[in-house]
């Protein structure tokens, strides 16, 4: 099937963009393409206009501002997997990145266009949420902050006006020396979406105890979630698996968990618990290898 006719406009700016949205309720903004194609493809979407904001000059950066990596909304994802910055320091963002998506759409998709896509089983949506980054948009002309844990509102929604446009994500750098990270998640093919993820980011002191954690579930539940009392009960202590078992199962056990095709809210609860232990075990070790 072909997408319905549409217009077209490349804006020069980001308030460009916004003006154009303003002006049609029908119009969206494309960034990738790599979600917002498909969709129009199978005529699931209908946009009047499209409105390309893929090479707005600007728009596509990463940068480093000390406490925070900014990453520009139109990003490309295999910048981001690649940049040497990003390895550096936001060690969670990068070791999830091959995990997005293929090569092929890692090629195209932004990051912004993840963020506001905003897929519970999303890896950036997760990071972004576990990590407590803070997104900015514009619209009508200012910008406006808000917390990734306020952006994300259920599947596919989230507070961002229909006017505005996503211009960057600001994730928060650890400056300890001894950061290490976990992933894992569960799904049917490699690079298909999750059906359960877990994050986890953890500084260790120099006996290899915790001082600090971060870590979040995606794909259970409606938004990614963010499992601060685990967080808060590793500090000051080194990796017991029993113990962190325990203590994800509590911190699972009230959790309203999806239910779809392809897993039960059984399931994603348990699998979800596992994935967190994997993730924190992976962190603890990640961590104890820096020097
Ligand atoms: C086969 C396949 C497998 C995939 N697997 C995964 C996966 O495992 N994990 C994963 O996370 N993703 C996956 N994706 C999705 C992929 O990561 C997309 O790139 C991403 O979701 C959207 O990014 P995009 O830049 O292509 O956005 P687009 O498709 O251009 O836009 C997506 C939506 O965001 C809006 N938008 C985009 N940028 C902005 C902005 N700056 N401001 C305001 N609105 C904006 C658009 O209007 C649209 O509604 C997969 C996609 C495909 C095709």
Not at 99 to 127: K, Q, Y
Not at 173 to 183: A, K, L, S
Not at 267 to 282: H, L, N, P, Q
Request: aromatic share 6%; hydrophobic share 50%; proline share 5%.
């Amino acid at each position: 099937m072909k997408p319905a006719a549409f217009e077209y406009s490349r804006p020069a700016d980001i308030d460009e963009a916004c003006a154009l949205l303003a002006a049609d309720d029908g119009a969206r903004v494309i960034a990738g393409g790599q979600t917002l194609g498909p969709l129009m493809a199978m005529r699931l979407a209908r946009p009047s206009r499209l409105i390309d904001i893929a090479r707005i000059p600007g728009l596509a950066f990463v940068r480093d501002e000390g406490k925070e990596i900014v990453v520009g909304a139109t990003t490309r994802q295999h910048v981001v997997e690649n940049d040497p910055l990003v390895r550096a320091k936001l060690p969670l963002l990068a070791k999830v990145m091959p995990f997005v998506g293929h090569t092929a759409t890692r090629a195209r998709g932004t990051v912004g266009g993840s963020l506001v896509n905003g897929d519970p089983a999303a890896e950036i949506v997760l990071v972004a949420v576990t990590l407590g980054a803070i997104l900015v948009w514009r619209d009508g002309g200012e910008s406006q902050s808000i917390a990734a844990s306020d952006f994300f509102l259920g599947p596919m929604v989230t507070a961002l006006p229909l006017t505005a446009c996503l211009a960057e994500a600001r994730f928060p750098v650890w400056p300890e020396p001894r950061v290490g990270v976990g992933f894992h998640e569960i799904n049917a093919r490699q690079s298909d979406f999750a059906f359960v993820s877990a994050a986890a980011q953890i500084a260790l002191d120099a006996d290899g105890c915790c001082t600090r954690a971060a870590i979040g579930i995606g794909a259970a539940t409606a938004v990614p979630l963010r499992l601060d009392a685990v967080a808060d009960a590793l500090k000051g202590q080194r990796f017991d698996e029993a113990r962190v078992r325990e203590l994800a199962k509590a911190a699972l056990a009230g959790i309203e968990a999806m239910a779809d095709l392809h897993a039960s809210a059984e399931y994603r609860k348990r699998v979800a618990v596992t994935m967190a232990v994997r993730a924190i075990a992976d962190a603890y070790q990640d961590a104890a290898r820096r020097p």
